[in-house]
């Protein structure tokens, strides 16, 4: 079974310019995350989808951050303008639905490393 | 107060020795709770999972909970190199769907 897909894996721009992540999850997953994990800390959620709708992006920075997930399957994750305090590594993740089951585990992807300068 | 609480670390134990990651959390609905472990550079990727009071073992690992405490903690027994990586504590609340709440991860060297 394929993993969780993102694209790209490194990117570097200067502060202000804009730049968009995509991800495509496991087959299958309704329930679709993106993490930002700044370096030395835990992963923190950003938005949650279940399928095309948005669960949750109360700690999503609306002013310049924005997400999609048009079709229920792949998403992308935009930052425009970019600030200095961006450069993280975004993490995508999914899982089969939006339920607590214990069987319902996030698999994440590789992530991608964003470095503003 | 932070909502999930760990010790960064680095903790350091010798190979063959036992590892012990603590993992303290704020919130009395917390329901839920998982142990990542995270390579450099790579993605967290889940090792266990505990739902309810004491101890869950499996392989080398054993997660324990007490909910009273408010504490959850994870056991390496038998340390590896291998081992050597960043073990992030997370948290689902009572009601939350299934978002998770990380910890800022402990770092676990394993030494020759």
């Known amino acids: 079974e394929a993993g969780v897909a993102q694209s790209p894996r490194y990117k570097i721009i200067e502060k202000r310019q804009s730049v968009a992540f995509w991800c495509n999850p496991i087959?299958?997953?309704?329930?679709l995350y993106w993490y930002q994990q700044i370096l030395g800390q835990g992963p923190k959620l950003l938005i949650q989808?279940?399928?095309?709708?948005?669960?949750?992006d109360s700690q999503l920075p609306k002013d310049r951050f924005s997400a999609e997930r048009l079709k229920g399957v792949d998403s992308t994750l935009k930052i425009q303008p970019a600030k200095l305090e961006d450069s993280a590594v975004y993490l995508c993740?999914?899982?089969?639905?939006f339920g607590q089951g214990s069987d319902n585990e996030q698999f994440f992807g590789p992530g991608t490393r964003l470095t503003v300068l | 107060q932070k909502e999930v609480e760990q010790n960064s670390g680095p903790l350091s134990v010798p190979e063959g020795a036992i590892a012990s990651l603590n993992c303290t959390y704020s919130?009395?609905?917390?329901?839920?709770f998982f142990w990542y472990r995270q390579y450099s550079g790579k993605s967290p990727e889940l090792i266990m999972s505990?739902?309810?009071?004491g101890d869950k073992e499996d392989g080398r690992f054993t997660a324990q909970l007490n909910k009273a405490s408010q504490y959850v903690s994870l056991l390496i027994r038998d340390s590896q190199p291998s081992d050597s990586a960043t073990y992030l504590c997370?948290?689902?609340?009572?009601?939350?769907?299934?978002?998770?709440?990380f910890g800022t991860g402990t770092q676990l060297k394993v030494e020759l």
């Open positions: 997370a948290v689902k609340l009572t009601g939350g769907g299934n978002k998770l709440t």
């Open positions: 919130d009395r609905v917390s329901q839920s």
């Open positions: 993740a999914s899982s089969l639905d």
């Open positions: 505990i739902y309810s009071n």
């Open positions: 087959s299958g997953h309704a329930t």
């Open positions: 989808f279940q399928n095309n709708g948005v669960v949750d």
